[in-house]
């Protein structure tokens, strides 16, 4: 697959892919007043909120193991041809770290969960194994761990969308387009 010359039309993303990637954004986003919420309310009035951020975040780490393996045997559209290799680095670097800190963080987040110990569960529906013993002291140093993943995710989806948003109003190429469709 060759890349596109500038002023023709991108070749899109499929639609499998379209789909994973809003699916992650719709679940990464409201994950972060969740957490401050969490972190500056009672323990006893954020019950409902711990339990829906873990949640979101067991889904989201299924999500983002099923949009890996997709990612892996479905390689992404080109890029444009006349796009200089210092994006290219950076759009390829933003990406995979973005998989690897997104996972990373639900990793962490459920060992922490785990090493409190507290239990995770699914909705209210189904209470997920712990996954890690008892260690108060790790569990508190893990949840610092947490906040610092969420702030570079959020540091590195401020990126993303402001490379997508370059794109589309400055070159005015189709990378924004590749991904919400025309």
């Given at each position: 697959?060759t890349a596109y010359a500038?002023?023709?039309?991108?070749?899109?993303?499929?639609?499998?892919?379209?789909?994973?990637?809003?699916?992650?954004?719709?679940?990464?986003?409201?994950?972060?007043?969740?957490?401050?919420?969490?972190?500056?309310?009672?323990?006893?009035?954020?019950?409902?909120?711990?339990?829906?951020?873990?949640?979101?975040?067991?889904?989201?780490?299924?999500?983002?193991?099923?949009?890996?393996?997709?990612?892996?045997?479905?390689?992404?559209?080109?890029?444009?041809?006349?796009?200089?290799?210092?994006q290219r680095l950076a759009?390829?670097?933003?990406?995979?770290?973005?998989?690897?800190?997104?996972?990373?963080?639900?990793?962490?987040?459920?060992?922490?969960?785990?090493?409190?110990?507290?239990?995770?569960?699914?909705?209210?529906?189904?209470?997920?194994?712990?996954?890690?013993?008892?260690?108060?002291?790790?569990?508190?140093?893990?949840?610092?761990?947490?906040?610092?993943?969420?702030?570079?995710?959020?540091?590195?989806?401020?990126?993303?969308?402001?490379?997508?948003?370059?794109?589309?109003?400055?070159?005015?190429?189709?990378?924004?387009?590749?991904?919400?469709?025309?």
């Open positions: 697959m500038a002023g023709t039309p991108a070749v899109q993303y499929t639609a499998t892919a379209r789909t994973l990637h809003w699916l992650t954004a719709a679940l990464v986003l409201p994950m972060v007043p969740i957490g401050l919420l969490i972190a500056n309310v009672e323990l006893g009035r954020a019950a409902f909120l711990y339990d829906l951020h873990r949640s979101i975040g067991v889904l989201l780490l299924l999500l983002l193991l099923l949009r890996l393996w997709y990612r892996v045997t479905h390689p992404p559209p080109p890029l444009p041809s006349d796009l200089p290799q210092i759009a390829h670097a933003t990406h995979w770290s973005l998989y690897l800190l997104l996972i990373l963080q639900c990793l962490v987040g459920w060992i922490a969960t785990s090493a409190y110990p507290a239990r995770v569960n699914l909705f209210w529906l189904i209470e997920l194994p712990l996954i890690w013993w008892e260690d108060r002291a790790l569990s508190e140093r893990l949840f610092v761990v947490h906040l610092w993943l969420g702030l570079m995710i959020a540091a590195l989806i401020c990126a993303h969308v402001g490379a997508a948003l370059f794109h589309h109003f400055v070159r005015r190429d189709d990378i924004l387009l590749r991904m919400v469709g025309r």
